[in-house]
Every structure is written in C-alpha cells, then in structure tokens.
C-alpha cells in the first residue's frame, strides 16, 4: 500500500524562517550601532571589538542563509530552520558573556527563542532545546564565576564582585529557569495541535479530491482507510459495508491490519451492540476495549494490539451503507475533535460509494440492454427474411405459374417485408448505438480507410444508377476517435442516401480534410435536395423530408438520427446545406485523434 | 444438374432454397442439423453443401464448417473435405463478428446472405460447380 498522503513541508515553516532571516539584518546591525553608541557617546566600558566581530558574524551568516534559502528547494527548510537556531543560540550566549554574564540585559532575548524554537523545531526538540539554552546560561555564567571566562563589567554602577555572589546568582538564574520552562511548557503543546490540525485540514482535503477522481470502488475506499489511518496517526481502519441481506457486515477496504484480522469471521449487526448503533447514524467510541463487553471478537482484538476504538457511521441517502473504524495502539485515542473529523470524512466517503455503486448498476444494465437488442435482432430479422426468402422464388413462378392478379400482390407483399426489414435493421441500429457508448471503447480509427471501404460498397449502386462517386482527401492519414463501425455507419448512411437522392447522370463528392485540430467530412451530391421548411426536422427519428417520399425513395427516416446520434458520441458536430432540385452538402467536424 | 445437400433449421429457408435449386434443375436433400446432415452427406454424396451459419447454437455452422474441412485423418468425413461449401449468413452490420473466406479460420468457399435472391443464388452455385471440376 503506497503512502498516498505527501504532506508537504510546513508553509508556515518557510514563511517564518524568512521573517527571521529578515529580523536578524536588523539584530546584527542593532548589535553594531548599540555597541557604537556606548563606545563613543555614553563612554561604556565593553569589549567592543569583540562585540563588532560579533556583529559582523551574525550580518555574515544571515547574508549565507538568505542566499541558500533562495537557492535551494522546500526539502531543504528543516535543516536552514534548524541551522538558524543554533547559530542564533550561539551568537545569544556570545553576547550575554560580553555584555556582562549573569548581569546582562541580553538574557531576556533567550526567552524569544524559547518561543521560536516549537515552530521552527521539528517534532519534540522544542523541550531539547529548553534544556540546552538552560544549560548553556548556566554555563556562561557560573564558568564568569568560578574564574574561567572573563567577566566584562560593562555596568559601573554595579559592585565589581556581582558576577561571584552565589545570591545574585541563584535569584538571576532561577528566574530566567522558570520563566523559560513555563514558556516551553505552554507554547510547545499550542504549536504541536496547530501542526495536528492542520494535518487533518490537508488530508480531509485531499481525500475529497481522491474520493471524488475515481469510480473504482475498492481503490476509493482503500485510499480512505489509509489516509484516515496516517491523518491520526493510529493503527489502522477498517471500512466494512452491509451487504444485500441488511444482517452483516463485510469487509470492503482495510489498512494497518493483518490478514488474520480480518479473516476472523463476518460482523453480524445482531449480535454487535456497538455496530447497530453506529448504523443507526451515532459514531461510537470505545476507550479501552479491555473493559468493554460490547465487542463480539474481544479477544482477536487484543490480540492485534488495538486498545480503543472510534466507530462512525457511513450514511447514504436512502440509510446506513456501512462503518468506519479507526483503531488506536492505545486506550484513550480519541476525543470529540477526532471524531469530527472522522465523521467528514465518513460524509465523504458516503457519496463516493454512492456513486461508484450507481455506476456500477449503470454498467450492468447497460450489458443487459444491449445482450437484449443482440437478441431481439435475430429474433426480429429471422422470420422477415424467411418470410422474404420464401416470396422471391414464387415471384419467379418457381412455385408454379401465377396470373398477373397474383404477381401484383405478391409484388406488393415483398415490398412491404422489405420495408419491414430495413426499419428493423435501422432500429437496432439506432438502439445499438446508443448503447454503444458504455460499452464500446472509442480508439483512434483511420477515417480515410473507413471512407474508402464504404465508397467501395457503394461503388455498385452508384454505378447502376450512372451516379459518379468521387472521394478525395488531402494529407495521406486523418484518425479520429470513433469505432470502426460506428464511423462506418455514419459515411455509409451519408454516402448512401447521397447516392439514393441523386438522379442518373448526377455527380456525389467525397471529401476528407483536416483544418484547426479537426477532421472534416464533405459529401456533397447534386440530387434532389431538401426543402428549407424540412431542414430543421432532417435529424429527427422517421422523419422525411416531403420531396423524397413523393420522389418515390424508399427510407426509414432513422438514418440522419443515427448518424447524429453517433457525431455526438464522438463528441463532433454535423450541419447540412441544400438547395431544392440542386443539391446537398452535408458536413460533419470530428475531433483528431491526436 | 447436381447433387445438392442443404443443412439448415429453419424449414421455410429449406422450402424457398428448394424452390430456386430445383427450378434450374439441381437435385436437392436436406438435413435440419449438423448430426443428420453429415449423415445424409454419407448417404447421397453431394457434389455442393450449402449450410446456414446459425442454427441451434451461434456457432454451429462454423464448427460444422471446420469439421468438415479439417476432419480427423482416418474418419470418413475425410473423403468430403473438397465438397465446396456455400454458406447462407443472417449478419447485421452491430454485430461484432464480420466475415471473409478466410483459409484458417472459417474455410467456405462462398457465402450469401439472407434473404436469398434466386438469381444470385443459383449463379454462385453454378460458379462454385464450376470451380470444383
């Protein structure tokens, strides 16, 4: 199982690194222009040198780190932050031993870091670090005492054995130590459920987005478990789903657990107090499961080192479609906030489901739909054809010598079943493609073969008719995304009936083309045209246009409407322009494959 | 004139292919299924099959077809495999499955589609006899 969650290097960590680096250009020059105005106009007696190198020291390395965190990328913010404070913390207890140890002014400044360090500190150094910057004032001035270190006495006004007196001493330093602890004490724990809570923020976030990019639902429900698992940092989840019957629980998705765990048995809703509550929609803690007789497996449960529990419900719109658990290592895991958050990410999860289970039924009545039209299309063909078989050798007196009488009829009789029989082929047509959709993957196909297979079909009734077809076309390959026959189809029912329309002696043009990304399709006939009043309806289901049926043309009025039907599953656009007794220009624009 | 065996289910078919065989004068026999009709291939000894591509199951005629083009070395049906074979289709352009004379895979010589036009079918016949000798 990938870790899905990549949490990002803390914004706030970047952003006030920055501020410090831009604070220290006036703590460094600070530091110079202090020491410059107690050296020549108050007359102090301070290591100046010292503290002007110091100076320097700190402007130097704030220009390093301005220039490595504006090289470098975000992964890198840790170790500057971190870099940060220790140069600061030195730089800090270099300028108390010169200002005076234990009788600096500088002391204070300590206290501002102890402040910064939770923030720019991963984790639960900020403690760490307390103790360290203790140790290190303590250091500096008991070393001024005891004699090691110089003492620089840089208030007159003070007695000169100040930095010996273990009183002085003593009040200064036990000060300094609570204050700094009491700060630590406070700050330390407010920064970390910052940090916590802006955690959930993000992983609620981005497990919207997963939930809502995919209608796979296992792999939904899978990323779920494990983003709610790392967002609280427990042991693992489990989502479990009731299955037809209502009465039990399955297992749909789980992270953190072992295969024994969740082979242990089904969850049947009767006898689990803690799961009928759930799905009655109330989210059920459990704090410690040793002392909790509700549970029906107690013992695989310890077992798998899980101590308490947080149980909410998965709520779909028409009731209860599962629960959430989330398992924490130990007792006491969760509390209000997290349940909070558990449960929007259960609402979450809820919807997701919904949809990839509606999906799913989609899917599965679309198989039933088009096996039904696959089976309704030799049902339907096999007696017309029969039927239509059986007349033509009687028409050809094969059955015996039929007066005119009866020839006329039985003329009449094979035009109707042929009638039939287109309608019925069109029909399935137009249901196949329909259903077509869903079921078949579109891929790119080669317009120029498609259109070439179907000229060459119709080159035989062209001919017969004295019709002239011509197809041309301009860069050597044209692909679309379509299905082969589906594409088919649509030139086929075009270049037919431009051929159909069109009179002896006339003239029907193919022409492909691609222009701005798409692939453009003409065919243009000098047939019988379309009225302008019939341009509007062209497309529409039976409809034909009054000129053809009085022409004597026999049609189905389906063709245009499942020629439509199909541009606009490949997501093109068709238009038509005519002019009665002249012609017709039928253009139809597809997307490249590209 | 020649001996033609018709394997088809659908007794209507048998009875318009009848009508347009005999009327330019071929000798007809027919079987309603793939058993009975390679029993009857025994018995007459045709000189042309023409078999529907779909009668009990989808796949019949095929598996007909194979059989008798492919047949097991040492079984009787051995002495058939050059008998041409006209096969009658009932496609519709959605279905998936398209068809060619394909050599391996589905080995007729001809094929036709429903519903039979008389002329047509009494020249493809007439061309596939004439191929055979």
């Known amino acids: ?594 | 004139m020649a001996k033609i065996l018709v394997i088809e289910d659908d007794p209507d078919m048998v009875l318009a292919l009848r009508m347009s065989l005999e009327g330019a004068g071929h000798e007809v026999f027919d079987a309603p299924n793939g058993k009975e009709g390679l029993q009857k291939l025994a018995e007459t000894k045709p000189e042309l099959i023409i078999l529907d591509v779909m009668m009990d199951t989808t796949t019949e005629g095929f598996q007909l077809a194979f059989q008798l083009r492919n047949p097991d070395p040492g079984s009787p049906l051995a002495d058939y495999s050059h008998i041409p074979i006209l096969m009658l289709t009932a496609l519709h352009s959605t279905t998936d499955l398209r068809f060619g004379a394909d050599e391996d895979y589905l080995p007729v010589e001809a094929f036709l589609d429903k519903p039979i036009d008389p002329d047509d079918l009494v020249s493809k016949v007439d061309e596939l006899l004439a191929k055979a000798h």
């Open chain 1, 1 to 594: 199982m990938t870790v899905l969650l990549d949490v990002p290097a803390s914004t706030d960590l970047v952003k006030n690194s920055r501020r410090l680096i831009r604070l220290r250009w006036l703590a460094g020059l600070a530091l110079l222009t202090v020491t410059l105005i107690n050296e020549y106009a108050l007359g102090v007696n301070m290591p100046a040198r010292a503290l002007y190198s110091l100076g320097a020291a700190i402007l130097v390395y704030n220009s390093l780190l301005w220039w490595v965190s504006r090289a470098v990328g975000t992964s890198w913010s840790q170790p500057i932050a971190t870099g940060q404070v220790v140069l600061d913390t030195l730089a800090l207890v270099f300028s108390v031993h010169l200002t005076g140890g234990v009788e600096s002014l500088a002391t204070h400044f300590f206290l501002f870091y102890v402040l910064l360090a939770p923030i720019l500190l991963p984790g639960r150094t900020g403690y760490l670090y307390v103790w360290l910057v203790i140790a290190a004032v303590v250091g500096v001035i008991g070393l001024e005492a005891g004699g090691v270190l110089p003492h620089y006495r840089v208030r007159p006004s003070l007695p000169p054995d100040l930095h010996r007196d273990p009183l002085y001493i003593a009040a200064k330093l036990s000060f300094f130590i609570t204050v700094a602890l009491v700060t630590a004490s406070l700050t330390i724990p407010i920064v970390r459920e910052f940090r916590e809570r802006e955690q959930r923020i993000t992983t609620l976030y981005q497990s919207i987005r997963t939930l809502s990019s995919s209608l796979d639902l296992t792999q939904v429900l899978n990323q779920l478990a494990c983003a709610v698992t790392q967002a609280l940092q427990a042991k693992g989840t489990s989502i479990r789903l009731v299955d037809e019957t209502g009465a039990q629980l399955k297992i749909a998705a789980a992270y953190g657990l072992s295969k024994e765990y969740l082979d242990k048995g089904p969850v049947e809703t009767e006898s689990s107090p803690i799961d009928r509550s759930v799905l009655s929609g109330h989210p059920v803690i459990v704090h410690d499961v040793s002392q909790d007789g509700r549970f029906q497996y107690p013992s695989e449960i310890l077992a798998e080192g899980i101590h308490s529990v947080l149980c909410v419900p998965l709520m779909g719109r028409r009731g209860p479609l599962g629960v959430l658990r989330v398992y924490g290592h130990r007792p006491d895991c969760f509390g209000e906030e997290e349940t909070n958050f558990v449960q929007a990410i259960a609402r979450q999860g809820a919807t997701a489901i919904e949809n990839a289970l509606a999906f799913d039924e989609l899917r599965r009545t679309d198989q039933v739909k088009s096996q039904f039209v696959r089976a309704v299309t030799h049902e339907l063909r096999s007696p017309v054809t029969g039927a239509q078989s059986l007349l033509r050798p009687m028409m050809r007196n094969l059955a015996g010598d039929l007066n005119e009488a009866q020839c006329e009829v039985l003329r009449r009789l094979s035009d109707r079943l042929d009638a039939l029989q287109m309608l019925i082929d069109d029909l399935l047509d137009l249901a196949a493609g329909k259903v077509e959709g869903l079921e078949r993957e579109l891929e790119p196909v080669s317009l120029i073969t498609a259109a070439r297979n179907v000229v060459d079909r119709l080159s035989g009734l062209a001919g017969e008719k004295s019709v002239d077809l011509c197809m041309a076309h301009v860069p050597r390959s044209i692909a679309v995304v379509a299905s082969e026959e589906g594409l088919e189809r649509i030139l086929l029912n075009l270049i037919g009936n431009a051929v159909k329309y069109t009179p002896a002696g006339g003239r029907v043009d193919v022409r492909l083309q691609r222009r701005d990304g798409e692939a453009v399709i003409r065919v243009t006939d000098t047939g019988i045209g379309i009225p302008d009043a019939d341009l509007p309806h062209l497309f529409e289901e039976f409809f034909r246009a009054r000129n053809a049926k009085k022409a004597g043309i026999v049609g189905t009025g389906l063709g245009l409407a499942i020629v439509k039907n199909l541009v606009e599953r490949y997501k093109g656009r068709i238009s038509v322009q005519s002019t009665l007794d002249k012609g017709t220009t039928f253009t139809i624009v597809l997307p490249l494959a590209d």
